[in-house]
């Protein structure tokens, strides 16, 4: 083959002296302009030579997938078999640093397995001398839409499913989770400091260590390819003696049945009908619609793994430390922040996966993200990492995010942020139980994580602060210091006030943060000091009629401004249809001459 291909190669040459460049540079049967996810790019020649004859082969995954299944054939035609599955280069352990065996490899594997197909008058790829159909420039795009493996339903099913099998363990846990050790040479599983994949697997492979891509596909397709085996050996077995208690029913009987048994290949469809298993094709993971059809599962059991339901927080102020271990450099009792109180078991509720927060791996943000930054965490700091506002990984940013998604919270969080300088103790608050001594002199850094779960229980529990009673403000409230053209504006104060309270409800997160009596009031009187919100000044004691020079410079907006960007931008983010942005007479009155 390798002779005639290079014979091929120079009929090709001479054809094209004589008729050009058309045939040559003609499209490939790939369709152009078609968006799939099993589209690969079989570059690993182009990264042993500097220079290439054609551009990189462009293989169809699942294209090929389909065509063997149909042919019952497995994965071992372009995968060699393991003890442990397959290996995902092709037909080889390992890749050869050979371009021009490399290459031989795959045109002889590629080419011959057409080339027997098309002996047996199968439908078949394309054959030597036709270079363009694989090596081609106008392919399909490559597009894969991501899947979440910590996304808590899913890991779920896994961790349920009668199908996975761990060796020597009665829970599914091991049959992913493993670490190297050491002393016997292997990978095993250890109980209780199961991690994410990214811990280990880097976007590289480094020495026998493979790349996260290509871990994951291994364990993930090769376990779906097994189960769906094991899965078809049992119904086969089921279908046959099915079969076979039907023919001696008909022997005892004489009496056949009027449709009769199914044919093999009637069989054998409905048999790859009722396998269940994973995806085992690209298409099955990387597209939408594939992930639509994926069981949900509601309120999956909570995943332990030591985690407490409540911990404190306590500040770190050492550049040098990468742990959550030592006091505030200073020494001073009031060096650094005041602690948090962090619900865990709460964030676990609200979120779809661990790496909400645990992005890399699964341990203490201190680890990877220090007061200084470090390099095993990108050198984002710990301020960073939890107070950037842009970030959905930090706390703040994935805060803001949850509250703007909300129309009832949006109408205050949206249009005039109501966060002043003192909104740091929002979260970094005194803590029944702690003291700025012992933070200060070290001893709250000594106390068990069991202790720390016992404080921030005890204050997590403690009863909230009840808001200001709606019998306690007015129920209306004029506004008519610019009314010309219309007559004054009745606002419904205390309806307006009630409504808040009650997009709020029993929101865990809003009970949270919401500790003041009068904080709803701060979304309107968003600069008043909070003591005085119980009787707040009025609007024009901060908004001139006419924005002065320093009123521009500190970007406050003339009266009449405020008064529509706060009710008009709350009533749209709120998606309040009446009184609508555009009908001023739905709150002020035309004045009759």
Not at 162 to 188: M, Q, R, W, Y
Not at 263 to 292: D, M, W
Not at 511 to 519: E, I
Not at 547 to 570: E, F, G, I, T
Request: charged fraction near 20%.
């Amino acid at each position: 083959m390798k002779n005639g291909r290079k014979l091929l190669r120079w009929i090709a040459l001479a054809a094209i002296a004589v008729i050009g460049l058309g045939w040559l540079l003609s499209d490939s049967p790939l369709q152009a302009g078609e968006i799939r996810p099993d589209v690969i790019r079989i570059d690993a020649i182009g990264q042993l030579k500097s220079k290439l004859e054609m551009p990189a082969a462009v293989f169809l995954h699942d294209k090929h997938t389909t065509a063997l299944l149909a042919l019952g054939k497995d994965c071992s035609v372009c995968h060699t078999a393991t003890k442990d599955g397959h290996v995902v280069s092709f037909l080889r352990h390992k890749d050869d640093k050979n371009p021009e065996k490399l290459e031989d490899l795959y045109h002889e594997g590629c080419i011959g397995c057409h080339a027997d197909m098309a002996r047996k008058d199968l439908d078949s790829g394309p054959l030597d001398g036709q270079c363009r159909f694989c090596h081609a420039t106008n392919v399909p795009t490559s597009a894969e839409a991501p899947i979440s493996l910590g996304d808590k339903s899913l890991h779920y099913l896994h961790v349920s499913s009668k199908a996975i099998t761990s060796p020597g363990n009665e829970e599914n846990c091991g049959a992913c989770h493993h670490v190297f050790d050491e002393k016997l040479k292997k990978l095993v599983w250890e109980k209780g400091k199961e991690d994410a994949c990214a811990a280990c697997h880097g976007l590289r492979a480094d020495g026998n260590k493979p790349s996260l891509k290509t871990a994951v596909h291994t364990k993930c397709v090769w376990c779906h390819v097994a189960v769906a085996d094991e899965s078809r050996r049992v119904l086969t077995a089921e279908a046959h003696q099915g079969a076979v208690v039907a023919l001696q029913g008909e022997k005892k009987h004489k009496d056949k049945s009027e449709h009769g048994t199914p044919s093999a290949a009637k069989q054998a469809a409905a048999i790859e009908a009722a396998i269940v298993t994973g995806p085992r094709t690209c298409a099955g993971c990387h597209t939408l619609a594939a992930q639509a059809t994926f069981k949900k599962v509601q309120d999956v059991p909570r995943l332990m793994r030591g985690q407490p339901d409540a911990t404190v927080l306590l500040p770190v102020s050492n550049p040098t430390t990468n742990t959550n271990a030592t006091p505030p450099v200073t020494g001073d009792a009031k060096a650094g922040m005041n602690p948090v109180v962090f619900n865990h078991k709460a964030h676990e509720a609200a979120t779809d996966s661990c790496r909400t927060c645990h992005h890399v791996r699964i341990s203490a943000c201190t680890e990877c993200h220090t007061v200084g930054g470090i390099k095993e965490g990108n050198f984002v700091t710990l301020s960073q990492s939890m107070h950037d506002p842009d970030s959905n990984r930090s706390c703040v940013g994935c805060h803001q995010q949850q509250v703007l998604k909300k129309p009832e919270c949006a109408g205050c969080h949206r249009t005039v942020q109501p966060m002043t300088p003192g909104s740091c103790a929002s979260c970094h608050k005194d803590v029944q139980g702690l003291t700025t001594t012992q933070i200060a002199d070290g001893s709250a850094f000594k106390l068990s994580k069991d202790e720390l779960a016992a404080i921030a229980t005890a204050n997590l529990t403690a009863k909230p602060v009840p808001a200001l009673s709606p019998a306690d403000m007015p129920e209306t409230v004029t506004i008519g210091s610019l009314s010309k053209e219309f007559e004054p504006s009745v606002m419904p104060h205390r309806k307006i006030y009630e409504a808040l309270q009650k997009g709020i409800g029993t929101n865990g997160m809003a009970a949270a943060f919401h500790t003041s009596p009068t904080a709803t009031c701060a979304a309107c009187h968003h600069h008043s000091p909070k003591d005085s919100l119980a009787s707040p000044p009025k609007c024009g004691s901060c908004h001139a009629v006419q924005a002065d020079k320093l009123a521009v410079a500190d970007n406050r907006p003339s009266l009449k401004a405020a008064y529509h960007q706060q009710c008009m931008a709350c009533h749209d983010q709120m998606r309040i249809e009446k009184p609508a942005a555009t009908d001023c007479a739905g709150c002020h009155a035309p004045r009759k001459l």
